[in-house]
Every structure is written in C-alpha cells, then in structure tokens.
C-alpha cells in the first residue's frame, strides 16, 4: 500500500511517522481529499455485480477494474467505525473514482468477483 502525506507543509519527522505505518494516520475525510487531488472524483457506488458511477449512467464490471491504492482506518475505540478506501480506475484511466466500504460489522453486499478484483493486492497499480 502506499504511503499518503497530508499535505507539504507536514514535517520530515511526521512524513517518516507515516511512512513507517506508525503514530500518524489520516482520517477518512483527508484519505478522500488526497485522492481527489490526484485524480479520483468519481463517486463509486456498489450494485452487487459491478460498480455504477454517474446514477448508473457508466458501469464498472470486475474485468474493467484497477485497484490502484487502498487505505484502512480504524477507529480503536469504537470497533463498528472501520472502514477502508478504495482508489479504483478503469483500464484505459478515463474513470478515476473512490468507493468506501466498511469491514467491520456493516459492509455492502458484493458479488465474489467484485470482492475478489478489491482483495486481489497483485492488481494494485504500483504508479497510479
């Protein structure tokens, strides 16, 4: 997975923190922006069998998906305010979008193949 900075004004010490996976972690709101700001805009909703971005207007099937980064967060104190951030695209990176899932108790109802194509870490993108 990869590494995700705040922003540049962020001290060297607090980069390495978060580049080490210890002490710093991103909320799910500054996940998003990140994204956004690289990119990723689309809405990502789930629909079983494949993803719909646009009110259904444009379909992403499994075949069609790159998972190009993910990001986790958990909230200790609370073990239902689990959740992990998908930064997906489509082959041909036209689409660019974000689908939030929960894994705790609560989290939306995938096909297997969808699931597979998120579980999958070979199809992470190591350049999105």
Known sequence: M???TRN???????????KSGTGLMLSLSEGIKSFEDRGYT?????AFDHFSINDGKIKLLPTDINLDNIMRFENSSDPDDQSILYAISNKDKT???LYV??????????STEIQESLRDSRLINKNP
């Open 2 to 4: 990869k590494n995700i």
């Open 8 to 18: 540049t004004s962020m001290d060297t010490k607090a980069k390495e923190m978060h």
């Open 95 to 97: 689409i660019k979008g």
């Open 42 to 46: 689309a809405n990502i909703v789930p």
């Open 101 to 110: 899932d929960s894994f705790g108790r609560y989290h939306d109802d995938l």
